[in-house]
Structure formats: structure tokens, C-alpha cells
């Protein structure tokens, strides 16, 4: 379907102007005279389009003034987002650093409210739609999504965050499925004040600055004002062995004296390790000195300290040959590789500057041109584990490498091969090694730097006509981000690898035999790194540029309880994005083995991906009406008042269709200061341009393969899935779907506001909210999953059969052999497994709000603010779709063990970062000079279902109570103020999970120090 952009545009015109006439012809009744009136100007609050609307009538809002944002302490966008608390888990964040490129990195926050998921949340920026951070990461259901970047938002410039808990799709359009967050930042300014700010966080290297000014001028006899913020911060890195619980891959010693004491699942070092794990050509054989096998008859062996049992042969520098696959479990596990140790990057460092302009002038009475000038810059530097190789993606090294082992005799320029080793029954000329399980730890740590760039341009015109206010703008913005890391180019390794001299690069001398899972003490020299080292980028890039057009009055025509207002408008958007990933990711260049012909991206640990590029337009008109029904001057026993909202918008996406959403609200007072108040509404998500557009996206984790999990049960090597050490680094190739449809929501709330009349005034002011809301989302855009295709080739293979979406290498002469006397028919290691994003079966969410503010401003013992926020999740079912309920039955049913993850469906309430309960408070005490200000913010326990012990039972993560106290005084004479304060004053640990802490709720540190100074001029 096609739509007519000038006509839509036109017949939204035509109403306004409809309107327009309908209220010109209504105001020709002269008005009575009385008496004057100070005007207080009318604003627009998130949740309605219509100035004046009230905050606590039909809609749950909430407002965090600056008073609570200096009372949380935050210094980016980040913190300050975490802190409220519908907030989920926040999957986009610093500290979580993905050890690709393939995801986010560098200074990026995430928005998720009611953890409905990353990209259901609309995002404004002075009651316009921002710019998303062009670089996608997978969310939980494993396809890529798109967020907004909290950390592009200056903290210390905001006047106020409004959060609109309700889906508004209706108002705002696609995205507003769990809400909107309009971020309102200062204007208007007269003078300058300028402030700096100080921070440390306890017992770690983590520093940060901060420096800030805004200012502003009035001109041309206040018909125009300028205004503008500067903001500068800067942070050092947190490092790894900071922390205990970031210190080491391995938690196993964090959960000492627990009931996974010893669990060998805690331990997450990596299984690819600077200990080669290598084959020969399967045709060949097995590899002997004399009798002594070096080789399993599939050609496997490896390398390990001469102090490990199962040595074939020890060669130089204490370290030995061992035949078989490198083994990572039982007495071999110390071989696997800690990258933490290397004290790499729990947070990067990052140089992050804001610059925000805004500007107004009147040019009549009636009409006001306005803009907006805003850039983003920030640079992260971390550095992340060494780079490894891939299972899907082995290279071949040549018999004429000069520390091959099985190397030829004599070298092609005659010189003899001081390497090979005697009494081999390999030919003369040597056997290529293929090198299956590698990582270049003696790189040391990959370099990443991620430089992010933001700017936004808006001009306008406002004004008033015929009792209207009109408004209409144009908005550019633009985001980047270019991330440079270091990487191996295959052909360059290869041409090392080939050489016959002692510049080739060795993968045969093992590591460091007193610390086999540290640091490579046998390094290569630097010649030999420098040859193979290339430094990748990708650069992303989204766009957004937007027109709007929107009227808006509070009186179009007068019922008997009082005036309707109304708000109209129209929209036309056209949104970019650009996945633009280096020439040896992307297949511009490639890599063939001349060995095996396998052709492989350039670099050794990614497979191939395309670029991803797309684009839409968006055309859109709105509608929405406030109608009074009942009003106090009527008497109605219990209708104090009652008011309806009514809104509906149409959008139609040039990539997908058409879609029109309503939403009613209403709200009730039963006496003055008892308020019941409800909605109900559609949203949608639309798919974003990486879902459709793109062909094939490569992402690698670590996934289990059950297959052999159960010949090991069978053959008696375990007792249980538990002790299962077949954990591989699995490759998932998923695609884009351009077939797919938008993620379709209904929500419903409603909820009482309580403000009790009948309290003196000397006790203060207090409002009491409770709200319950409901989402039912459906079309969920997914993917099965590597992992539960997996589960369903272990499945299948226990009849016979087999997944055709894992594909799998043939089966070795030692995979035969681990499941011999099985019952099992004998699989080979999975290559990689095929995947494609769908849209999946519906979720259901719901939950309480709850909410007090009390108010009290005294002579004798100064002013008190408090404000209480509580989120309770009652509910998260997301449906299994038709493969997974296959799988969750057949766990069930016992035809799979209960030590299998199975990943996708079902109750997710109280698991993985969705706690029942978070909750915060602010309290602020002015007196006089001084002021006092403290927040507190309660996250509940959940469970932890990647750490399941033998009985089906998850760890129980612990809740967490933190407060944060800060002091500021007032030097009036010498207008400055200075601050100290203190985050988490008790000091407090992020509770323990399987991986150490969760970054997604929690801080990687305790308590944090801060000192600021403010100065006005």
C-alpha cells in the first residue's frame, strides 16, 4: 500500500484549520469583565499533546526534578536512568563489554522500562523523538535491537525527566509500548554558573571529572533569549583485578561454603586457551614416535605443562605432547585460559562532552521562531580478552612452519629442521597441523576504541491564532560510532605461519607452566606479532530528520462540566541506518586456506558479515481530544469530577504497511482528593532496519553441546549435565526477515491518587498513587536459538535423528570413540547453526506502581521533600513457542536431562535480572544555607538459571539496599556552593551471581566519593 505524503499533510491541515474556524466563530460572544489575572504559561507534559495538561489526572507521570537527580548522584545518563524505578535491566551498558565487535561498545546506556525490552521505549528530548545509537546488540530473545543512548543525555543540564508509565502509541506513535521518558534540559538562562566535580570510587582505581557551565542571555527587551550548556567528563578505567568478583573467570572460590561449593559450571575460563589444540590430517592417521602415540587416530593432540598427567612425549621448556583433544575438565581444567587475570576492562575509560544550544525570539506577540543545537562526543578506550580462534573458522598451518613439530626434514632452502622431532613415522616432507583451538594471549589484551558522535538540529515556529497554539519544526540529528579494535588478518597469519625461519609464529610453545591459565610467558617475538596484527573498524551510522505540524486548545467549545481540549497534528519521518563493518568482516576480503580451500573471513575470530543498510519513511497524523463529563460545581454525590481522554493515530511505514492505534484514559474523582484513574491502549513496535535488512549476522557464544553431555552421562565420565565440560565457542548464523510485522500491545491501567485533604497544612502536603498495569505483547520478534537448536539435535539424536539447522562436521575417529557403548550414534562438533528472526508467540507483563510525595516547607526547621517510588512485577509469561514448548515438555517428560538450559518462554518473573520488587526514595532538607540530600534504592533477589544445581533448583541471587548521602552549602556572599557526597555509603558489594555480578542492575564497585563546587556569575 502507498500513501499520498502531501495529501495526509493537507487533510491534517484541513482539520486544524476546521478547528481554528470552529473556535474563531465561537469567541464572537464578548467576554464579561473581570478581574486581572496573572497569565501562568501553559506547558505540555509527556503523556498528552495539549498544553495545560494536568500530571496527575488520567495518566501516571512521573516527574524527577533536580532536587532527586543531585540526590542520586549519577554523572551520566546511565545512573540517572537506573535509578527509577520501572527501569529494567539495562542490557546496553559500559560495563558490559562484548569481546566482538558484533554488539555495542564504547559509552552507551540503554532504556528499558518494564523490562519489556530494549526498543519498547520511546525516548524525547524537549518533547521530541532523538536519534538512536546506530549500533544493534541481541536482547534476549536473540535478535539485534537498536536503544537510545542515555549517556548522550547531559545530567547536569536537565530541568526535569518525565516518565509516562502507560503505552502511548497513540500520542507519540511506534516505541511507546512501555512508555515514554521525555528529558526536559534548561533554557531560558540569565548569567552563567559553572561547577566541577570530583569522584572516586573506594578501594579501586575508577576516578571521574567533571566540568559543566550554562548560561544564557536575554535580548532585544526579552523578546529573545540564548542559552546554552557545556559539559565535560572524564573517567578512568575499572579494571578487573579491582574486584574480587571481576578478579577471575573462575567464581568457583565466591561460592565457598554454598550449596555449588566446587561447581564446575562457575568456572568460565575460557576452553580455548594458549595451549594448542591441534590435528593432523584425519587420512594420515596416527602420529608416533616409535611406538608412542602423539596423536589420537584422528590425528588430535595438544600441549600442556609436563606436570599434567597423560603426557606422550615432553619437548622443551617443560611442557609436553599429549594425543587427543585438548581436555578442560577434571584435572585438566587449570589449562583453561583467564582473560581477567590480564587485568583487562570492567568499564572503559571515556572522554565524553556535551554541548546543547537553544535559542527563542518573538517575533510578534503571537509568533516565535525557536532552535536547538546539540553535539555529542565521547571516546572509550578499553581493553578486552586476547583474540582466539573460532570452531567454524580453523587455518591450516603449512609442514614448512619452522616449529612444526612434524615438519619436514629438511627445509626447501636445505637448511635442516632443528624442530622436527626424531623417530616419527611422518613422511620427509612433513604434515600440515590445523590449528582447531588457539588464542594469541601473547598479544596481550585487544585494544578498543570507541569514538561516539551525536548532533541534533531543530528550528521552529510557535505562535497563537484564533485561541490556538500552533507549533511546527524541523529536526536533523545524526548518530555515529566508529569502533577500532585490534584483530588477526587471516592471510597474515598464514604467511607467518608458512615461513621456515624463526620469525614464523609459533602456536607450539605453549604458555606459562607455572600459571597455565595467566598470561603467555612463551611469547612470540614482536616481529612476529607485528606481521599479523591489524587494527578492524566499524562504523555505524543512523539518521533521523523529521517535520511536524501540531495545534493544540484547551477550550474548542464548552460542555456543561467545562471546556474540551483538543491537539492535532501530522508527522513525516525518514530514518537511516548503516552497518558499514571492515572489508575482512564484510567479504570484500577474504581468505582462502590453500590447504583445506575453505574459504573464511580475514580475521581469525569472526565469520563473514555483510554490510547491513536501510531505510524507511514514516508519514503519521494524531488526534486527541480532553473531555470533561462531570465537574465540581455540578454536585454530583461521589463525581467530584470526571474527565476522558481520547486520542487515535495513524502511521504508515513504507516498509511494511499501515497502522492505526486508539487510547482512552479516564480519570475519576470521587470526592476532592480521591482520584481513580485508568487507560487503555494499542501500541506496536515496528520491526527495526537491522531485523528486516539484514542478510546474514554471524554471533558467537558459548553454548553447550548436550550431545556429548549425554554420551559422557552414559559412559559414566560425569555424574550429571552439571560436571559437562563440552562447552564450545558455537557460531550462529541468523538473517534478517523482511516478511516480518510489527509487535503488536495492548495495555491497561488503572490506579488511585490520593491527596488527603483532611491533614493540616502544617504537617506538609501528601499524595498517595497506586497504579496496576497490564501489557499483553504479541508477534515478538526471535530467533529459536543456537543453544536450543542444540538441545533439539540431543534430542533428536536419542531417536535417530538429527537437526538439520546444527551442522556439524563428520565425526572424528574420537568423537566415535566418546560415544562408543552409548547407545548413541556418534556426532561430529558443530560448525555452526543456521537461525532466522520470526515473529514468536505472545507475552503477558504486568504489575504494580506505588508512589508518595510529601511536601513541607516550615519557618523554624526549613523545607522537607520526600518522594517514595515503587515498582512490583506480578507477573511475566512470555508464551513458548511451538519448538521450545516441544523441548520444555520433553524435559519434562524426562526424555532430556534437567540440567539442559532451555532458553525462550515461559515464566521469566523473578529470573535473570527481573526482580519482583525495585524501589527508591529522595528525601531533601533545605534550611537556610545548607541543604541535605539522600536517596536509597532497593533491588530485589531473582534467580540466577544459569547456575542450577543437580536437583533443577537456580541460585538465589540477594536483594540490595544502597544509600546515598550528600551535603551542600550555600557561601551567598560569594555565590558558590559547595558539595561533598558519598554513593552506596555502606559500602556495599553487587550481590553475587554466576557471573560474578550482574551488570545490567549493578555497579562493578561499592562506595563512591564525590566533591563538587559551584560558582554563579
Known sequence: MTINHRKLVLATTALCAASFAAHAWAQTEPTPAGPAVTEVEAVVVVGSQIKGAKVNAALPVTLVGEDQIRASGAVSGDDLFRTIPQMGDVNFNSQYLPTTSNSARGDIGSVNLRNLGIGNTLVLLNGRRVVTHPTSQANDNLVPVLTYNSNAIPVTGLKRLEVLRDGAAAIYGADAV?????????????GLTASAQYGIAEGTNLRDYNFNAFGGKNFADGRGNVSAFVSYDARSH???????????????????????????????????????????????????????????????????????????LNVAGGICIDDGALATSAADRDLRFDSAALNTTVIPSVKRSNVFLTGHYDITDDVTVFGELGFYHAKTNAQQAPISTLSSGVITIPASNYWNPFGPVTFANGAANPNRLPNLNVPAAGLPVILRGYTFADLGPSEVDVTNDQYRVLGGVRGKKFGFDWESALVYSEATADDISDNISNTKLYAQLALSTPDAYNVFNGSNINSPSGADTTGNSQAAIDAIKVKIKRRTKSTLASWDFKVSKPDLFALPAGDVGVASGAELRRETQLDDRDSRIDGTVTFTDPISGVVLSDLINSSMNPDTKGHRTVASTY????????????????????????????????????????????????????????????????????????????????????????????????????????????????????????????????????????????????????????????????????????????????????????????????????FKDTGLTAAGQVLYVNDKYTNLQPQDVEGLDLGLMWRLKTDRFGDFDLNLNAAHLLKYYQSPSPGIAELLKARAD???????????????????????????????????????????????GYDDTDLIDAAGVPWAVDSQLTANLYGEYDIASAATTLRLGVRNITDKDPPLTSTGYDGTLYSPYARYWYVSIKKQF
Open 178 to 190: 512501555a512508555g515514554v521518558i521525555n528529558t526536559v534540559l534548561r533554557d531560558d538562562v540569565e
Open 238 to 312: 575499572l579494571r578487573s583485578q579491582d574486584q574480587t568478583y571481576t578478579a577471575s573467570l573462575d567464581r568457583r572460590p565466591l561460592f565457598a561454603g554454598s550449596r555449588f561449593d566446587g561447581a564446575t559450571t562457575l568456572d568460565n575460563r575460557s576452553t580455548t586457551t594458549p595451549w594448542a589444540y591441534l590435528q593432523t590430517p584425519q587420512s594420515f592417521g596416527t602420529v608416533r614416535q616409535g611406538t608412542t602415540a602423539l596423536t589420537s587416530s584422528a590425528g588430535y593432540f595438544h600441549f600442556q605443562p609436563s606436570t599434567f598427567a597423560g603426557c606422550q
Open 623 to 818: 488526534l486527541e481530544f480532553a473531555v470533561p463529563l462531570v465537574s465540581p460545581e455540578m454536585s454530583i454525590p461521589l463525581v467530584h469530577r470526571l474527565d476522558l481522554q481520547l486520542a487515535g493515530r495513524y502511521e504508515h511505514y513504507s516498509d511494511f504497511g499501515s497502522t492505526a492505534k486508539p487510547k482512552v484514559a479516564g480519570a475519576w474523582d470521587l470526592v476532592d482528593g480521591f482520584r481513580i484513574r485508568g487507560s487503555w491502549a494499542q501500541g506496536f513496535r515496528a520491526p527495526n532496519l537491522e531485523q528486516i535488512n539484514a542478510t546474514v549476522v554471524s554471533r558467537s557464544n558459548n553454548r553447550t553441546d548436550y550431545a556429548f553431555c549425554e554420551a559422557d552421562l552414559r559412559a559414566k565420565r560425569i555424574t550429571a549435565f552439571s560436571g559437562c565440560s563440552r562447552t564450545l565457542l558455537t557460531t550462529a548464523r541468523r538473517a534478517g526477515n523482511p516478511d516480518l510485522n510489527p509487535e503488536e500491545s495492548e495495555t491497561l491501567s488503572y490506579g488511585v491518587v490520593f491527596e488527603p485533604r483532611f491533614i493540616p497544612e502544617n504537617f506538609g502536603r501528601f499524595t498517595f498513587t497506586v497504579d496496576y498495569w497490564k501489557v499483553k505483547q504479541k508477534g515478538l520478534i526471535g530467533v529459536f536459538g543456537e543453544g536450543n537448536a542444540m538441545i533439539l539435535d540431543y534430542l533428536l539424536r536419542q531417536s535417530g535423528s538429527s537437526n538439520p539447522n546444527v551442522v556439524r562436521a563428520a565425526p572424528t575417529a574420537d568423537d566415535i570413540a566418546a
Open 894 to 940: 524426562g526424555k532430556i536431562n534437567i540440567g539442559t538450559t532451555i532458553n525462550g518462554g515461559g515464566n521469566l518473573l523473578s529470573q535473570n535480572g527481573k526482580p519482583e520488587w525495585k524501589g527508591s526514595a529522595s528525601l531533601t532538607w533545605r534550611y537556610k544555607q545548607l541543604t541535605v540530600g539522600g536517596f536509597t534504592q532497593y533491588i530485589g
